[in-house]
């Protein structure tokens, strides 16, 4: 290589290192830019998603007064049809039938020459006698398979019947259910009213940080339905106000909200949830059964000064229909709206300062009634068949009692219902659970589970609890399989008396 190869070789590599080092610079200062972008995005994300949350809070009401809370029977029966016929292609296709010319045509035929010669007509005939063996072995085998085809095919059919026949009974039955329901509704039966505003109330769309756990209860003398219901602590409101990038810093900034706009938030949200329940329930009363509400909302939060779980209410009124129906909601100043109305609301609720309800949630329901336990006066290794159908429904609800649940005995009536109705006071994970006590000497069949979720409908329960002295046919837990019942047989409530204390036996004479 020349001198002057060599140089012009130099030359070159620099222009492309300097080339290379331009294009690194270009794509650092793109990625940089890019950097800078991503977090002005990032920025102007969360400042959006604030904005959002706000105003999401700031319309609770308005959102309630845009849509009818009418729930209507006939949403709630099944138009879901059963799925078509469908057999696999190899069962619903039949195979093609052998036919005689496809073998008889692959033997090669004969010229006039070729006849007259014994050899040539012999090989021929042997030819032909083959594919005739091979179209008659073929076509018995065809017709078995087709027979195996047409039995397998026919054994579908059957099972899919079966399957549909199944299918369009259980649909059948549901949306009688339903048209008992509404029939019940309409004639103000308790537990149908309270299954039907749970459904009202389930309905409403809140922002998905509110809890919307409630309980209900109906007193069909006066026409009225307390509803107890919890709403979202003070942490619902963001507290930052707005986020700033700071570029020389690479930061995302927080201004925070003002203490006394987070507390004229969160008042405003007491309020507005106060107002839109109320309207909600009184705006889907389709049967005219509900003359007065009575609402208290409490919130789940944690005693500062003990560290102990505490559930203040924070606002309760007893609302009459006739003066309620003359307000303007859309335009009225909410606390102001309430104060008219008689409610009692928490002057501090940011700080949970409890008011007291217009009327304790658990001295509605008439049914209670209050019994000493059972479970303290038992004799050593008692037989539970010894007891009478009410001792063993006291049983089992101070069993339930023990194990931490809030539980209470209804009275006894003939109609078969609820047994025990207990609380989970939990949050999230709680509810209402009704129990229903069998002392039984036979197997429970599937009628008494389809009587409890009946039941847990009315009741508006999240649960359902059967408990009994023997055990459980194979529909029972069939039935119970896809849904929030529980089956304790006999077993099973021995095991959970003796894990809270009590030894016991089951003994049938």
Known sequence: MNEAERKRQERERIRVMKEQQRQQMQFEKEEKLRYVESRIQETEDLNSETKQQ?????????????????????????????????????????????????????????????????????????????????????????????????SKL??????????????????????????????????????????????????????????????????????????????????IVPTVSEYKYVKTRDEITEKPRKDQEIKNLYADVVASVAL???????????????????????????????????????????????????????????????????????PRPSELQAVKPVLEFNMVDKRFVDHESLLDSLQSLPNLMDLNPYEFEKLVTDLFARMGLDTKLIRSSKDGGVDCVAFDTRAILGGKIVIQAKRYKNTVGVSAVRDLYGTMMNEGANKG???????????????????????IDGGGLLYLLEQNGIQARIIFE
Not at 62 to 81: D, I, N
Not at 170 to 186: M, P
Not at 187 to 214: C, D, K, W
Request: hydrophobic share 35%; net charge negative.
């Open 465 to 487: 609890i059967l408990v009994t002295t023997k055990s459980y046919g194979p529909d029972a837990y069939e039935f119970a399989k896809d849904k929030p019942i529980e089956l």
């Open 276 to 346: 839109r329940t109320i309207h909600e329930v009184f705006d889907a009363d389709q049967a005219n059964i509900i003359e007065v509400i009575v609402f208290s909302a409490y919130v789940h939060s944690v005693d500062p000064a003990t560290g102990k779980d505490i559930a203040p209410y924070l606002i309760s009124t007893r609302v009459i229909k006739e003066k309620f129906k003359e307000l303007d909601l859309s335009r009225v100043e909410k606390s102001v709206c309430l104060r008219n109305l008689g409610a009692q609301v928490s």
């Open 154 to 235: 026919n054994d579908l059919k059957v099972s899919y019947e079966q399957e549909k026949a199944a299918f369009e009974l259980t649909i059948k039955t549901n949306n009688l259910e339903v048209d008992q329901f509404g029939k019940r509704y309409r004639h103000g039966e308790t537990e149908a009213v309270i299954a039907y505003n749970n459904i009202v109330l389930e309905r409403s769309q809140y922002p998905m940080e509110f809890p919307q756990q409630f309980r209900l209860a109906y007193l069909p003398d006066s026409k009225e339905l307390v509803i107890d219901y919890e709403i979202p602590n003070k942490e």
């Open 54 to 150: 706000i105003h999401q809070l700031n319309t609770i009401l308005e959102q309630g007064l845009r849509v009818s809370h009418v729930v209507s029977f006939a949403s709630l029966k099944s138009t879901e049809q059963f799925k078509e016929f469908v057999a696999p292609h190899e069962i619903a296709v039949p195979m093609r039938r052998p036919e005689i010319e496809q073998y008889t045509s692959q033997v090669k035929s004969q010229n006039v020459l070729q006849k007259l010669i014994p050899m040539l007509e012999k090989k021929y005939q042997k030819a032909m006698l083959e594919a005739k063996e091979q179209f008659e072995h073929d076509l018995v085998r065809y017709e078995r398979s087709e027979r195996e085809r047409l």
